[in-house]
């Protein structure tokens, strides 16, 4: 089939790439030219693991092509989709000017019948806007060409986007026309050969699930976090209690996992977005007001743990901190718990020594030189007064505990996604604190 993608940030340049790994000839759009020449070259603009692999070899062998004419993905391709940003506004709603702008332009240079799909986050409702937009814009060239507007939700983790797109647990697909769907279905046929389900349902539908999605596994992990406070209080163990209700099948081990909170692209927004449309409709949702709140509170704990350590004084501390990226395999840090944790360090006037082995560039747009960032995990120990972990990049797992302890002024470590044990870490000398387990 013959696909055009408009957007090439995270959701676009993967989804764009499997398609054209599975024999398509798909065409990428973007308004940066730097970035398409960019990629041209080879040179990716985010860290996902498999994918510069993919786009070279699809690229070279002229299955994946870029261009920032969305014209001519308008002309060449039968099926185009929707892939640009949707960022919060101000009031926490989901910003639609790069989905309609790209409607618009769909509108002004179509000339036989589209499949337009939407696979950006959007509100419910936004199929209807698209298809206003896509028919302003015949009306005012006097051109009536068919077309069919399908909401088809991504459901990609960042760090496992290629499985998730390839080996999907299902694929849904919101749409009104039963030849749509049937085009829709050998599109993403390749994908669903372990008989993985295809679901079809209607628009709105489809743009509620996306959301609804994000915000049962965002609630999950609030509830975990916590939980694992109040395991603090009273005395409990954290990771028994996880034991106790994962084994649950109706609740399962993903996502409760303790930690410094969520972040990331999707969940944050998706919340703030969902609470929003409630409130439209004059419809509170209390639980996910509870789940952004309980969030917003989690990524404090780290600092908090720390600043009580050295009794409320961090002035003129040095603070290691591993981990910027929201989680391992990205380096993404767009609402990272590392933001904020580092941001109330440097209130509170400590000096801050980071590392982590993708997000540094990130970090750098972020900070600025008002932190230092180190090129190897145990430059950032030397000399610090605790390290802080907040990210769970493997390296980090089984570290040289003796180096740490010979490097650290003081034996302290604040482990902000409980890799390490408790008891062994007592027995090597450390102080140590981590979420929710009775230490």
């Known amino acids: 089939m013959k696909i055009g993608v408009i957007g090439t940030g995270y959701v676009g340049l993967v989804t764009g790439t499997c398609f054209a790994e599975s024999g398509n000839d798909v065409i990428c759009v973007d308004t940066d030219e730097g970035k398409i020449d960019r990629i041209k070259r080879g040179e990716i603009p985010i860290f996902e693991p498999g994918l510069e692999e993919l786009v070279k070899r699809n690229f070279a062998e002229e299955r994946l092509s870029f261009t920032t004419r969305i014209q001519d993905a308008v002309k060449r391709a039968l099926i185009l989709i929707i892939c640009v940003g949707t960022p919060p506004a101000k009031d926490g709603s989901a910003d639609l000017k790069y989905v309609l702008k790209v409607a618009h332009d769909i509108g002004t240079y179509m000339t036989s019948f589209k499949i337009v799909v939407n696979k950006s986050t959007v509100p419910v409702g936004t199929g209807d806007l698209v298809r206003q937009a ?42 009104d026309d039963p030849r749509t769907a049937e085009i829709m279905k050998e599109l993403y046929a390749p994908f669903v050969r372990t008989e993985k389900p295809i679901l079809i349902m209607g628009v709105r539908s489809a743009e509620m699930t996306k959301y609804a999605a994000n915000a049962m596994l965002a609630t999950k992990i609030s509830f975990i976090n916590d939980i694992a406070n109040l395991c ?8 028994n209690v996880r034991k106790g209700i994962g084994s649950d099948a109706r609740i399962g081990y993903q996502f409760i996992f303790p930690g410094a ?45 720390v600043f009580k350590a050295f009794s409320g004084n961090l002035k003129g501390r040095t603070i290691a901190v591993w981990g910027l990226a929201f989680k391992p395999n990205t380096d993404d840090m767009r609402d990272a718990p590392a933001v904020v944790v580092i941001g109330k360090l440097l209130e509170a006037g400590a000096k801050v020594k980071a590392y982590d082995p993708e997000a540094t560039n990130e970090g750098r747009k972020i900070f600025g030189d008002r932190i230092s960032y180190a090129k190897k995990s145990y430059e950032a120990v030397e000399g610090a007064d605790a390290l802080i972990v907040i990210t769970e990049w493997n390296e980090f797992r089984r570290p040289d505990f003796d180096r740490i302890k010979a490097l650290l002024a003081r034996p302290l470590i604040i482990d902000g996604r409980n890799l390490f044990d408790p008891e062994r870490m007592k027995q090597l000398g450390f102080e140590y604190h981590s979420i929710g387990r009775n230490q």
């Open 232 to 239: 603090e209080l009273v005395g409990a163990n954290v990771d």
């Open 134 to 175: 896509i028919e302003e814009e015949q009306k005012r060239r006097g051109e009536d060409v068919p077309f069919d507007v399908v909401s088809n939700p991504e459901f990609l983790k960042e760090g496992n986007a290629i499985d998730d797109f390839m080996k999907p647990d299902r694929v849904v697909v919101g749409c």
């Open 261 to 305: 909170g969520y972040g990331g692209s999707c969940f944050p927004k998706d919340v703030q977005a969902l609470i929003r449309t409630a409130g439209e409709h004059k419809y509170p949702l209390a639980i996910l007001q509870a789940v952004e709140e309980v969030n917003s509170r989690q990524k404090c704990v780290l600092f908090n743990k």
